[in-house]
């Protein structure tokens, strides 16, 4: 059975940082690519970044671009989101998902691309 777990959401000030994991299990992480998205009160889930099956390629949405860093350790089954200089725009249940190996900068952007998902995790920033 395959679960994606993510830990590391919490409250935090405005300017602050946060690291959301993701833990993989019931599936060869390795051969996956991973996504993060996140979803806000009355709003679509939207894409945040993204990071091929070996961590070569990485792309995130503009609206974090130079704030937030995925990235992934295969030993450890391990997909990480580091969030620095948050913004209470920011605030949100942030999902990890799980897609096939194969690049695609289009689609991976899009949640339809994804095989798995996790739970989610809540992210609240405050002013």
């Known amino acids: 059975q395959v679960q994606l777990v993510e830990s590391g959401g919490g409250l935090v000030q405005a300017g602050g940082s946060l690291r959301l994991s993701c833990a993989a299990s019931g599936l060869t992480f390795s051969n996956y690519a991973m996504g993060w998205f996140r979803q806000a009160p009355g709003k679509e889930r939207e894409f945040v970044a993204t990071i091929s099956w070996n961590g070569i390629v990485t792309f995130s949405a503009d609206s974090v671009k130079g704030r937030f860093t995925i990235s992934r350790d295969n030993a450890k089954n391990t997909g990480y989101l580091q969030m620095n200089y948050l913004k209470p725009e920011d605030t949100a249940v942030y999902y990890c998902?799980?897609?096939?190996?194969?690049?695609?900068?289009?689609?991976?952007?899009?949640?339809?691309?994804?095989?798995?998902w996790g739970q989610g995790t809540q992210v609240t920033v405050s002013s």
């Open positions: 998902a799980a897609g096939p190996a194969g690049i695609n900068y289009a689609r991976m952007r899009m949640a339809t691309f994804y095989d798995y």
